[in-house]
T-cell receptor, first 114, second 110 residues
Framework: ETGVTQSPTHLIKTRGQQVTLRCSSQSGHNTVSWYQQALGQGPQFIFQYYREEENGRGNFPPRFSGLQFPNYSSELNVNALELDDSALYLC?????????????FGSGTQLSVL | AQRVTQPEKLLSVFKGAPVELKCNYSYSGSPELFWYVQYSRQRLQLLLRHISRESIKGFTADLNKGETSFHLKKPFAQEEDSAMYYCALSETDSWGKLQFGAGTQVVVTP
């Protein structure tokens, strides 16, 4: 069983640029959730995708957007990067239904905005 | 609004001593509560969830709706329990959309 994989592992961008982060969900999982984890904080929910549709969003501005593909992999896009966007971005996949609560996390993408 | 509070950033205990990680939440509905753990150089992973009422690696957690708490306990800490622990809440019908606390770093010394 292949686990959740994220790419790239590290990324450095400058303010105002755009970034795309990628996530491959675990085999058999159709739901992908994205989280932002700032230094010293717990993960904060960005949004969730279920069967290619956005299925809930946290308190993040529209410049955070995402996609889910037919193979359930997903992308997180952030436009007009700000310094405060510097964080670890975690992707988590899960099965649907009652097993949705059991999240399987990737190792994350560390984004630094200069 | 902060829904999950973990008041201790760091908890240092001796091997064999009891350990209790505090978690308080703020939610008027019926929450689902979880504990996630991150061992050194490993991914964040689910430790236990209250609906399962299970004991994992000797840890238990009881949901106390009156005190809005979900404290994690283990009677005898082991060195391998050293890790970062996060309490998380899911609102009614918000499957997989978790609100995490800031985490508690547990260090178990021999």
């Amino acid at each position: 069983e292949t686990g959740v994989t994220q790419s790239p592992t590290h990324l450095i961008k400058t303010r105002g640029q755009q970034v795309t982060l990628r996530c491959s969900s675990q085999s058999g999982h159709n739901t992908v959730s994205w989280y932002q984890q700032a230094l010293g904080q717990g993960p904060q929910f960005i949004f969730q995708y279920y069967r290619e549709e956005e299925n809930g969003r946290g308190n993040f501005p529209p410049r955070f957007s995402g996609l889910q593909f037919p193979n359930y992999s997903s992308e997180l896009n952030v436009n007009a990067l700000e310094l405060d966007d510097s964080a670890l971005y975690l992707c988590a996949s899960s099965r649907g239904g009652a097993e949705s609560e059991k999240l399987f996390f990737g190792s994350g993408t560390q984004l630094s905005v200069l | 609004a902060q829904r999950v509070t973990q008041p201790e950033k760091l908890l240092s205990v001796f091997k064999g001593a009891p350990v209790e990680l505090k978690c308080n939440y703020s939610y008027s509905g019926s929450p689902e509560l979880f504990w996630y753990v991150q061992y050194s150089r490993q991914r964040l992973q689910l430790l236990l969830r209250h609906i399962s009422r299970e004991s994992i690696k000797g840890f238990t957690a009881d949901l106390n709706k009156g005190e809005t708490s979900f404290h994690l306990k283990k009677p005898f800490a082991q060195e391998e329990d050293s890790a970062m622990y996060y309490c998380a809440l899911s609102e009614t019908d918000s499957w997989g959309k978790l609100q995490f606390g800031a985490g508690t770093q547990v260090v178990v010394t021999p």
